[in-house]
């Protein structure tokens, strides 16, 4: 009779296989096939970090970095097809902008397209391997566990005062921290299922705040660089709808930073039963 296999290997085949996936939509030209791609690189190196594969974190978190940029793009073209229907800029400026963000995106394909070829099925054949031979932990939950605790700490002081460099650092800890509890609820572990659905919620409002944060920064851009071509008009419309945003933004900012809190009072309540239950 067929053995069950590891924990360990059924976590590598979990990474290979979202990856796989996610080539597969790049390589569609899905809408959302880059995010699906860069969130199942974020997913391998905290999971292969977690379990001592420091080699293999390190070059899927290079890749989701040198996604960023073509990412944070897609973003901002869509903010700025959503700003245009709602009629926050004239159509001639929403034609200017998407012209030039048009040329950006084009370029990006390129780095895309390489990103999803040669890179990641390097990735998919090593995952593959790791998948079909024994780990060296074959009892993953405990080294999973440590990282968790570990991505915790850096979730423990509150956003109130913090600036947007640490608010943003805040997100990448969430997300991690996220990740290590979906791989421990996919070993059957049930509590860190409902950590992280906490935390889901958090990351996807600093996503929102993120977002809107970054759009901004290439509107400001689009500004500074409309002032010095000598389109006016295009420059006062983009000043005008950047004092605008800002209420907006500061509002989402408010909103991430009680999300965080509300999750935080929720872990130490938990934390706190845990540590009842287990003096009884």
């Known amino acids: 009779m067929r053995e069950s296999a590891s924990p ?28 699906d791609l860069r969130v199942s690189l974020r997913r391998l190196s905290a999971t292969a970090g977690a379990l001592g594969r420091r080699g293999l974190s390190k070059e899927a978190k290079s890749l989701v970095r040198s996604l960023s ?19 926050f800029l004239s159509p001639d400026a929403v034609t200017a902008l998407a012209a030039r963000w048009e040329k950006l995106a084009v370029r990006g394909e390129r780095r895309i397209g390489r990103a999803a070829g ?12 790791l998948s079909h031979r024994a780990d060296r932990d074959d009892e993953p939950a ?23 460099r640490a608010l943003h650092r805040y997100r990448i ?12 609820g996919a070993l059957g572990i049930r509590p860190w299922k409902t950590r992280a659905e906490r935390e889901k919620t958090v990351q996807e409002a600093l996503g929102r705040w993120n977002d809107l944060r970054m759009f901004c920064r290439r509107l400001s851009d689009g500004r500074k660089e409309a002032e010095e ?19 907006t933004i500061a509002e989402v900012r408010r909103a991430a930073v009680q999300a965080s809190k509300d999750t935080s009072a929720a872990e130490a309540t938990t934390a706190t039963q845990k540590g009842a239950g287990g003096r009884r």
């Open 8 to 35: 360990s290997l059924c976590l590598w085949k979990l990474r290979a296989d979202s990856l796989v996936r996610a080539r597969k939509a790049v390589r569609r030209g899905d809408e959302e096939g880059l995010h």
């Open 69 to 87: 940029e073509q990412r944070q793009l897609q973003v901002d073209r869509a903010l700025l097809a959503r700003i245009g229907r709602l009629g």
């Open 118 to 129: 040669e890179p990641v099925e390097t990735l998919v054949r090593r995952l593959e391997r």
């Open 142 to 164: 405990a080294a999973l566990e440590r990282a968790r605790l570990r991505a915790e700490r850096a979730l423990g002081q509150p956003l109130d005062a913090r600036d947007d």
């Open 173 to 184: 800890a969430v997300k991690k921290a996220r990740y290590l509890a979906e791989d421990l």
């Open 229 to 247: 071509r000598g389109a006016v008009s295009l420059a006062r419309e983009l000043g005008r709808l950047l004092a605008t945003l800002q209420p």
